[in-house]
Every structure is written in structure tokens, then in C-alpha cells.
């Protein structure tokens, strides 16, 4: 009896042993399965890569305008991540970049491949007129490179960056859109001047000098060109022309700069994302259909990821 009663409880932690691992294995394999989907999720959303557009209202705006046509000419290769925000500093900017909440430094690291930093609109606000939104000069300096700095602990020491210096101000615009939002309260004084926004621009251009980084000159550029005052609407923000303008100068300095960012468009039709026009180191995303046979569809897509892999 005192055999039979071991052997009976050996059995019944036998069978518990079984039972656990009947429910545990599939639990394990089920959280495996969503590991390993997750991380090819992951793997996925940063596939393509990415240009981050780091800057004020002038950036945040810019979707019906510069970053949106720069969305259209690298369509299919790069998505543009717009992280403007209206009426920022690049004090209150790196604040809310380095917020827990802020998803400015947590792109994928290897898909950012390209970043713009335009700021000084803001900053170079008259301290008495505007004194919430001006800083100082040497802080502003400073904060661009911090934005620098960041922006290769990153994305790594060789992601390509554009420095945007601020545009010029039409004080008659400016006055006249104090006078139409504020009416008789208006002041009928500055807060923003074109000598102040000349010495923030060049501030910037200094800061990209000083990190052998390209810059566009937008303060100089844009009074070039006659009847440059059209390119704004309230003497501080872009109209359509002043967008395209912008646009065509960032695109130039890519060129310039980092060419093999450089998007070249099909010579026949201008398409910018067919077999026919090019772009040495933003691959388009999975092979055109043009090289796509459709008896033996999975060759184009086998020597498409070859050329992605060899590209990294």
C-alpha cells in the first residue's frame, strides 16, 4: 500500500507537469509570435528613410508649402517627418525635443538620412516688444548646436544637415497685420525688424560655418530676387512663391552638398519616382512596376533587395 501510494503521487505531479506545460507552451509561442512580429513591424517602419525638418511656424507651415514639395520629390524614396513648431524658440524647441513625450530624437537611428534646422524667425523677436519670445544671440548660437549635436547622437556623426537661416522682414507687411489682428490696441511699433533677423541669419550661418555644415542664406537669397517682399504675406510668413523659393533653394543645396541625396527626374516625362529617374542613396521603395515580369514576379523583388542590402 505504501508503494502504490507513492507511485499514485508521483503520478499526479506528472500529470500537473503535463498540464502546465500544455498551457504554457502555446502561451510562449503566441508572445514569441508577437515579438518577432513586432519586431519586423519595427524593422519595417523604419525601411524607409526619412528627412527631419526641425523649425518653427515657418517649418510647421510648411506642409502646404516647402515640406510638402519636398514630401513630392522624394515620394516613394524618403518620408519627410515635419517637426515644426509654430511660434517656438530653439529654447522652448529643445525642450520639447528632449520631452519624454516628443518623438523628435526617437526616429528609427538608421532611416534618418537627411535634417533641416530653421530657426531665428522667433528668437530674434525685439526683447521690449516681444520679450516671450526673444533670446539672446549667444543662447541662440548655442541652442542651434545643441540641435547639431543631437542630431548626430542620433542619427549618427554623417547624417547629412542643412542649416536654414532665418528670411528677411517686410516691415510694412508686418505693421499692416499688427493694425488688421489688433486694430486700435496695435502699437505701431516692430517686433520684428530685418536688421535684428539679419544678425540672427547670420548667427546661424556662423554656427554651420563653425561645423563645416551647408547653409541657405535665405536672408540674402530672397532679397536678391525683385519684388522679393512677395514672398511673404505678413512679412514673416511664406505665400505660395515665397514656399517655392525655399524649396528650389533647399533642393540646390542638396544638390550642391550632398548630392547623392540628390534626386534626378526622368529626362523624358519629369516623373521623379519611375525607372527612369534616380537617386544614388534614397533607393525607391520596392522595384517600379516597369521591372516587374509578371511570370516570374519574385526576381524583381529578390534583386531589389539585394540592391537595398548592398546600399545598407
Not at 542651434?144 to 528677411?168: F, M, N, S, T, W
Not at 508686418?174 to 493694425?179: D, W
Not at 510668413?237 to 527626374?265: C, M, R, S, W
Amino acid at each position: 500500500m505504501h508503494h502504490w501510494h507513492q507511485s499514485s503521487s508521483l503520478s499526479s505531479v506528472q500529470l500537473l507537469l503535463v498540464l502546465l506545460f500544455a498551457i504554457a507552451v502555446p502561451y510562449f509561442l503566441r508572445q514569441s509570435y508577437h515579438i518577432t512580429i513586432s519586431n519586423n513591424n519595427e524593422i519595417m517602419s523604419g525601411g524607409r528613410s526619412k528627412i527631419l525638418l526641425l523649425g518653427d511656424s515657418l517649418t510647421q507651415l510648411g506642409w502646404d508649402g516647402w515640406a510638402g514639395q519636398l514630401a513630392h520629390v522624394y515620394q516613394r524614396r524618403a518620408d519627410v517627418v515635419n517637426r515644426g513648431m509654430a511660434g517656438y524658440t530653439t529654447r522652448w524647441f529643445l525642450q520639447y525635443a528632449d520631452n519624454s513625450t516628443s518623438d523628435v530624437w526617437t526616429q528609427n537611428s538608421n532611416s534618418v538620412k537627411l535634417v533641416t534646422i530653421f530657426f531665428g524667425a522667433n528668437d530674434s523677436s525685439d526683447i521690449k516688444m516681444n520679450p516671450r519670445h526673444h533670446v539672446p544671440l549667444d543662447e541662440f548660437k548655442s541652442n542651434i548646436e545643441q540641435l547639431i549635436g543631437k542630431c548626430r547622437d542620433h542619427y549618427g556623426k554623417d547624417v547629412a544637415i542643412i542649416i536654414v537661416a532665418a528670411p528677411p522682414v517686410v516691415h510694412e507687411q508686418r505693421l499692416a497685420y499688427q493694425k488688421e489682428r489688433y486694430g486700435d490696441k496695435a502699437t505701431g511699433e516692430l517686433e520684428r525688424t530685418l536688421e535684428t533677423s539679419e544678425r540672427y541669419a547670420q548667427a546661424a550661418l556662423d554656427v554651420a560655418e563653425k561645423y563645416k555644415l551647408p547653409s541657405v542664406h535665405l536672408w540674402k537669397l530672397m532679397q536678391d530676387e525683385n519684388g522679393w517682399e512677395s514672398f511673404f504675406y505678413d512679412g514673416l510668413h511664406f505665400t505660395a512663391k515665397g514656399n517655392k523659393f525655399v524649396t528650389q533653394a533647399i533642393l540646390d543645396e542638396i544638390k550642391n552638398t550632398y548630392p547623392k541625396l540628390a534626386v534626378h527626374a526622368d529626362p523624358l516625362t519629369g516623373q521623379l519616382a519611375n525607372s527612369a529617374s534616380a537617386c544614388e542613396n534614397f533607393l525607391h521603395d520596392g522595384p517600379y512596376h516597369d521591372e516587374i515580369d509578371h511570370e516570374n514576379d519574385m526576381k524583381a523583388f529578390k534583386e531589389y533587395n539585394n540592391k537595398k542590402q548592398k546600399l545598407g
